[in-house]
């Protein structure tokens, strides 16, 4: 504890000494309700970017700084706001993850004209979760605000606004966020976005961009498992678009654990989507790179590549594969997977019922009408006649076919089960 405030202390020193205030040796350092917003804001902008940075023990610093800023806009004489560097930083600090009813607060008694009504009715409907009303609003802003210290952050919001409808534009605002903010929280926050809009639209060049400008500048931000989730998405999704290169190139900023374990993420979704030759290249890559002590993946490996082979020739040895890992050696994720898969492959290996065939051929053939089967086959009796079909459905392998398929929509369909469950440990 005693350290964590020393740690607060010396970053709101650093903050101060930022913000220009100059303290003489014998004066004790300024208190928060002496620092003019603009200047807390300074202290909170360098701890925020020094958390997707990779400095994660500033979380802490960074919600401490929020409260504090928040108190101060509250508390703070309404003629500070003559200084539009202070209206900047209210609105600023309500775009940074403050409180939303403290800009409602200082909107509702802003009796000399400091904030700009346009800008302040966009952010609240924006934080109030009605942003797509306003979304035209904060676009024709832009170019106003465009070269301003609030640009950036109306570019991000800006994009956030218009995602759903126009994707495109979207990107256009992400892409202005980043390059007039570079090194901080916004361009973090810009890029992980455009990675995740590219990956769910297919977007598979541009999506590539950002994924790695995202893996050379913010692997140690907090939100990297979001953007790893994201690229996983992107290379599983269009693997017919992305080559192994590709993967490699963004990965390779990557220490060998991380990389281990993106390639065993992306074994793990090309296994359940059925890209039986992602999930082997993505599995032999994993093996490949040197595990640290006491992190062998080698069975999941195993695991994914059984898996993505369920559905081929090969799946006699998957299943041998699969069962032959030790138990006790997988995450219960991995081992509730492994059991569904055992099920899914016991329904692929179990023999036909003739019946159920017989059943699906009366059907079609009732739904024909005037089709050939209704109508006398030379030199078979009826019976004879009805073998015939059900052989000719089986061994055209529609619905082998159709059953693997509804089996693998299953084994996704536990698997996001299975991902929730892990979410709420």
Sequence with gaps: MARSSLRFTALFALGIAMSGVAV????????????????????????????????????EMQKFMLATIDRRLRTADPEIFDDTRNVDAALIYSMSGGNPATL??????????????????????YLSGKGTLVSKSLVEMLPEYRDT???PYLALVA???????????????????????????IEEAALRRSVAVTAERGMVERGLGYANRYAR??????????FVDLFVMLAVDNYDSVRN?????????????????????????????????LARMASSHADAIP?????????????????????????DQAVENIDGIPEGTLS?????????????????????????????????VENQEHSAANLPVQGHSGAAAQADANEAVYRSGAVFEEFVTNSRAKLVEIDGLLAKESDKK
């Design 217 to 226: 500048r913010f692997l140690h931000s907090p939100y990297a498992s979001q």
């Design 24 to 59: 003489a040796e014998d004066e004790a350092l300024p208190t928060p309700e002496d620092l003019a917003p603009y200047k807390m804001l300074r202290s909170m902008q360098f701890v925020q970017d020094s958390v997707v940075a990779g400095d994660h023990s500033a979380a």
């Design 104 to 125: 409602e607060y200082l909107v509702s008694r802003d009796v000399g004209g400091y904030f700009d009504n346009r800008v302040a009715d966009a952010l609240r409907k």
């Design 159 to 185: 994009a956030n606004a218009v995602v759903g409808n126009n994707p495109e534009e979207a990107l256009k605002f992400y892409d202005l966020a980043r390059l007039t903010a570079p090194g901080t929280i």
């Design 245 to 277: 290169d590709d993967i490699e190139n963004t990965l390779s900023f990557m220490d060998n654990e991380r990389r281990r374990e993106v390639y065993l993420r992306i074994a793990r979704r090309a296994a359940i989507a059925g890209k039986i030759d």
């Design 149 to 151: 210290t609030l640009g």
């Design 291 to 315: 595990a640290s002590p006491g992190m062998d993946r080698k069975q999941q490996t195993e695991l994914y590549t059984g898996l993505a082979e369920i559905s081929t020739k090969d799946i």
């Design 332 to 364: 219960p994720r991995d081992e509730a997977l492994r059991s569904a898969a055992r099920l899914v492959a016991e329904e692929v290996l179990r023999q036909p019922d003739m019946n159920s065939l017989t059943q699906e051929a009366s059907a079609n």
